[in-house]
């Protein structure tokens, strides 16, 4: 694992925020089919600001590197600076990557742009009738 920054290196021996928030206001999941990784990413929303951010990772060392990252970049920040900080940390850590890791980080800021999704649906009660279906996409497009 010589081929990685020491910053990467550190975050992957002493992940921080793993785990989940009970009663988040927004998860969001994502895997990618061709590595086998699975990311899970927990926010807790207040006002607008991102207060409390957990990950679960089931991956290589760059996904929980690249989570811990992530989640501790976006701690304080807008739900609208969270996703800029999300793309900052792309261009930082993916020209650090190796190209075959590059996938392992797009998990990353994927399951935080699902997990700030969820959370806006929950408060425009969307969430709240179960969800998506054919019937809210059909009373949207009216």
């Known amino acids: 694992m010589a081929k990685y920054p020491q910053f990467l290196m550190d975050h992957f021996r002493n992940p921080r925020n793993v785990g989940e928030i009970p009663n988040p206001d927004g998860v969001g999941t994502v895997g990618n089919a061709s590595c086998g990784d699975i990311m899970q990413m927990h926010i807790k929303v207040n006002g607008e600001r991102i207060e409390e951010a957990k990950f679960k990772t089931f991956g290589c060392g760059a996904a929980i590197a ?77």
């Open 66 to 142: 690249t989570s811990s990252i992530l989640t501790e970049r976006i701690k304080g920040a807008t739900l609208e600076e969270a996703l800029r900080i999300s793309e900052e940390i792309s261009r930082e850590i993916l020209s650090q990557l190796p190209k075959e890791k590059v996938p392992c980080f797009t998990l990353a800021a994927d399951a935080l742009k699902l997990a700030i999704e969820e959370y806006r649906c929950k408060q425009q009660g969307v969430h709240e009738r179960g969800g998506f279906g054919v019937g809210d996409l059909e009373e949207n497009e009216r």
